[in-house]
């Protein structure tokens, strides 16, 4: 027994195998690698979200976290207005198949210490999968855990 006062057998049966699609972001706001700073913040602060995707095209070419915005804060108003997207983004962004369950997706997530991973299926961007999509995840799984 555990502090849940549940069996290990009774705690295997709790599925986190299901398809990280299921708690996916829908259809992320996205930049162009164009835009200025002044865009990703607007863009982040209206939508209430700390990663974006970046695309040139329909291809996604990286990604901006707020801490990669909190990186150009200290420069003079002349320097920041030159910065663009493609200047901070990390590229290549991580990736995973809409069918990748979530448990793995978690684990590649902490094992390389990153907030989001870009869902797609074949190359078309389903969504974004963040460190609180995670965490809500766990909070339904394990409620419905606790139901049964």
């Known amino acids: 027994m555990n502090h849940t006062g549940r069996s290990a057998a009774e705690l295997t049966r ?13 259809n992320p706001v996205t930049a162009l690698e164009t835009a200025h700073v002044e865009e990703l913040e607007r863009l982040m602060k209206e939508h209430g979200i700390r990663h974006l995707p970046i695309v040139r095209g329909s291809a996604v070419v990286g ?4 801490r990669d915005l909190k990186v150009v804060t200290g420069l003079q108003l002349a320097e920041k207005l030159s910065v ?16 990748s369950t979530i448990d793995g ?4 997530m ?35 855990a606790r139901k049964s």
């Open 110 to 144: 902490s094992s390389r210490k990153i907030g989001s991973v870009l869902v797609t299926e074949g190359d078309q961007l389903l969504g974004i999968f963040t460190v609180t999509d995670a965490l809500n995840a766990l909070i339904e799984i394990s409620r419905e």
């Open 84 to 99: 663009r997207a493609a200047d901070i983004m990390a590229r290549d962004p991580v990736s995973v198949d809409a069918n």
């Open 14 to 26: 709790i599925r986190f195998d299901v398809p990280v699609e299921e708690y996916t972001t829908p």
């Open 63 to 66: 990604i901006v976290s707020e």
């Open 105 to 108: 997706v978690a684990l590649e």
